[in-house]
């Protein structure tokens, strides 16, 4: 028997069903099929990630510095090597293409 995948859309809207309290877990783990158990690890993924969503910002901001520092030496190192290879054509008695 294969086991069955869910995406995550669908595990966070049952996630939020458990977290309304409309419902039990059991309720909600027996209207979708599902056992009761992985409804809870869902649950607690969830919760631990919680803390994570409201420091969004501040590591975006950090991506976007350090990917920004990247750029630039990632630039200057293709200026390097531009201006070497140029060089070593010259040296070499290669024509540098136009």
């Known amino acids: 028997m294969k086991r069955r995948?869910?995406?995550p859309a669908?595990?966070?809207e049952l996630v939020q069903t458990?977290?309304?309290g409309e419902k039990t877990l059991a309720q909600i783990a027996g209207?979708?099929?599902i056992h009761p158990n992985m409804l809870t690890q869902w649950?607690?993924?969830a919760l631990k990630g919680l803390p994570s969503l409201f420091d969004e910002g501040r590591k975006n901001a950090q991506r976007e510095d350090e990917h920004q520092g990247l750029v630039e030496e990632?630039?200057?190192q293709i200026g390097?090597?531009?201006t070497e290879n140029a060089w070593l054509k010259k040296k070499s008695?290669?024509?540098p293409n136009p």
């Open 80 to 82: 390097r090597l531009t």
């Open 31 to 33: 209207d979708q099929q």
């Open 18 to 20: 458990v977290l309304r």
């Open 5 to 7: 995948t869910f995406l």
């Open 43 to 45: 649950k607690a993924i």
């Open 74 to 76: 990632l630039y200057g």
């Open 10 to 12: 669908f595990k966070a």
């Open 93 to 95: 008695g290669l024509k």
